[in-house]
């Protein structure tokens, strides 16, 4: 595993096209979960961060082992809100909790696992 290597994924609970898509169960686990322990699996990144405004989402994701050290805020939560901003929040939040920051970051979308072992190769 590298040092410092962090990984964001975006999960917001109030999805309009698909109702709950972050925590639907594909294969009997709910999607977020298999993309985090996938992403632990890959050993590529040091940290895996989750920005949420959901608790059903916090809860599910803290078990399958990932970071989640706010509740992503309210402005940030909507449904015209692009990605940018959320990760720039996260990044910002990050520099202020660890002090000695980070190398790199990536941002991570939850996806199918078909698409996810072509990049990641597990």
């Known amino acids: 595993m590298k040092e410092n290597i962090v990984v964001i994924i975006p999960a917001r609970g109030g999805s309009k096209r698909i109702k709950g898509k972050n925590i639907k169960k594909f294969k009997g686990e709910p999607a977020i979960s298999s993309t985090i322990k996938k992403l632990k699996k890959s050993k590529i990144f ?39 901003p959320v990760i720039k929040h996260c990044i910002k939040f ?15 979308y939850i996806e199918s696992p078909i698409s996810f072992k072509q990049r990641f190769g597990n």
């Open 46 to 84: 040091s940290r895996i961060l989750v920005s949420t405004d959901s608790s059903k989402i916090m809860k599910i994701a803290k078990k399958a082992g990932a970071d989640i050290p706010f509740v992503r805020p309210k402005n940030l939560s909507d449904d015209y809100v692009s990605d940018f």
């Open 94 to 108: 990050l520099n202020y909790l660890y002090v000695n920051g980070f190398s790199e970051c990536e941002k991570k």
